[in-house]
């Protein structure tokens, strides 16, 4: 195991592996810390197949963004630690007695050596299910290489596409290049799904991700285009974070993804009241067939 932590692209170095250590700037130490769990059915329709997304929802976070509507956990690290052996139970749960479709990790990479040795002894007995990296975008090539094992669907933000948006809102230097490195390494190796999340104020971000993402990588890669954003926390006093996204800006996205050719995915209905999700395209089929 690695003795520094350099899981993340902050790459902080800290010692916080062995009991006694001390903790990362994302506040994570020698166990994995875990806020709940359970089959979640919020997630895009392939994640939630018939059976529902098993969630393990981690606490602690590489990014820290001033709106987070999970800053309980997220922030200040609200859950409990739980041994190996624990996570491992946590795992067969999910798998034997909720009959989940897949192990949907939410922001896992603070304890991605845990979560592989706890699957280990479920492996061994022959239970095993897709494993979804659940992040905000923010990881390192070299870490999602060395995990891949724990990537079969990745389930990735595009959020900013300017650093000093990210430094400002998400305290994440480095996150466009990080977060585009992360996505291309996806689409080449794991089924892939990229959420676009609009935020107040900064659809331009949102639409030069999809100019990036369709020249760059591919207009077929299946994107989810978000209007959910609640003001929350922080945000709450930190304009322009402090509204909601307004119904031009969300309608500039949408239209760009369209001009853009994407095809494959989903848009999210602009109205609290219609959360659905619409197919992007025609080329999804009754089957939800984006996979790669
Ligand atoms: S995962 Fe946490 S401890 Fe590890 S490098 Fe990133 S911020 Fe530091």
Not at 108 to 116: A, K, S
Not at 148 to 161: I, N, P, T, V
Not at 192 to 201: M, N
Not at 224 to 244: C, I, K
Request: hydrophobic share 40%; glycine share 8%.
């Amino acid at each position: 195991m690695t003795c520094l932590c350099e899981l993340c692209p902050r790459r902080c170095r800290a010692d916080r592996f062995r009991e006694g250590g001390a903790p990362g700037w994302c506040g994570a130490l020698d166990r994995p810390r875990v806020f709940r769990w359970g089959p979640h059915f919020g997630e895009e329709p392939p994640i939630v197949g018939e059976r529902g997304s098993g969630c393990v929802f981690f606490s602690r976070c590489t990014m820290k963004c001033l709106y987070c509507q999970n800053s309980p956990w997220s922030w200040r690290g609200k859950g409990e630690d739980r041994t190996i052996a624990e996570l491992t139970e946590i795992f067969r749960d999910l798998a034997v007695k909720d009959r989940v479709e897949n192990w949907n990790l939410v922001s896992p990479t603070p304890y991605l050596p845990f979560i592989r040795e706890a699957v280990k002894p479920l492996a061994d007995e022959g239970i095993r299910l897709p494993f979804v990296w659940n992040s905000s975008g923010y990881e390192r090539v070299e870490t999602l290489e060395e995990y891949r094992d724990l990537c079969d669907w990745a389930l990735f933000d595009l959020r900013y596409s300017d650093d000093r948006t990210s430094r400002e809102a998400s305290a994440a230097p480095g996150y466009v290049a990080a977060s585009r490195a992360a996505v291309k390494w996806a689409w080449a190796n794991a089924k892939t799904i990229v959420r676009i999340l609009v935020l107040p104020g900064h659809a331009d971000e949102a639409i030069e991700n999809l100019a990036w993402l369709a020249t760059e990588v591919s207009n077929e890669v299946p994107v989810s285009v978000m209007a959910q954003y609640t003001p929350a926390y922080m945000g709450l006093e930190t304009p322009p974070f402090d509204r909601s996204v307004a119904e031009d800006e969300y309608e500039s996205v949408t239209e760009a993804a369209a001009d853009f050719g994407f095809e494959n995915g989903w848009i999210q209905g602009f109205e609290a009241s219609d959360p659905k999700l619409a197919l992007l395209g025609e080329n999804m089929g009754s089957d939800h067939g984006v996979v790669k």
